[in-house]
C-alpha cells in the first residue's frame, strides 16, 4: 500500500512541478486533502528535500510487492495494480540500480520532463512526529497453511 501511495506521489509531485506549482503549496494542499497519507507527511518531504534518504531501497520494495502479486496469483487472483507496481520497480532496478533508494522512484517521473522535484526548508531525513509505541504481533486465525 505504501509503494502505491509512494508512485501516486512521485506522479502528483512531478505534475505539480510541471504545471509550474510552487512545491511548498503543492505539498500543503496534498496534506490538507482527502490525499493525504503517512508516505506523504514523510517521505514526500525528503524527496522535496533532494536527499531522498530513508532506509528502504529499491530492491526491498520489489521483494515485498513481488511476494505480495506472487502469493495473490497463488490464490488465482488476477490483480492489477500489484503487477504494475512489480513492473515499476523491475525497470527502475535495471535503470538505477538495485540499492536505489525507493523515494527516488520519483526520477521516473523527472528524467524525461528534465525537471528537479524540490521545495524549500523540507528535513533531509524522515521526520515523525507520532509518539513511539510498544509494536504488535498478529495472529493469524483459520488458514494455517502460510
Not at 507496481?85 to 540499492?99: K, W
Not at 524540490?118 to 488458514?143: H, N, T, W
Request: no cysteine.
Amino acid at each position: 500500500l505504501a509503494t502505491a501511495n509512494l508512485i501516486s506521489l512521485a506522479e502528483a509531485l512531478t505534475t505539480s512541478k510541471a504545471m509550474g506549482l510552487d512545491m511548498n503549496v503543492a505539498y500543503e494542499a496534498i496534506k490538507a486533502s482527502s490525499g493525504n497519507s503517512f508516505v506523504h507527511e514523510t517521505e514526500s518531504q525528503v524527496i522535496l528535500n533532494g536527499s531522498r534518504e530513508i532506509n528502504f531501497t529499491v530492491d526491498l520494495v520489489l521483494k515485498d510487492v513481488g511476494l505480495f502479486d506472487t502469493l495473490a496469483k497463488r490464490e488465482g487472483m488476477e490483480l492489477d495494480l500489484a503487477p504494475l507496481l512489480v513492473d515499476i520497480f523491475q525497470q527502475a532496478q535495471e535503470d538505477y540500480g538495485p540499492r536505489e533508494k525507493s523515494p527516488n522512484i520519483i526520477r521516473r517521473y523527472e528524467e524525461p520532463m528534465g525537471l528537479q522535484v524540490l521545495g524549500k526548508d523540507f528535513p533531509a531525513a524522515m521526520q515523525d512526529d507520532e509518539p513511539e509505541e510498544a509494536g504488535y504481533e498478529v495472529k493469524v486465525s483459520g488458514r494455517q497453511d502460510y
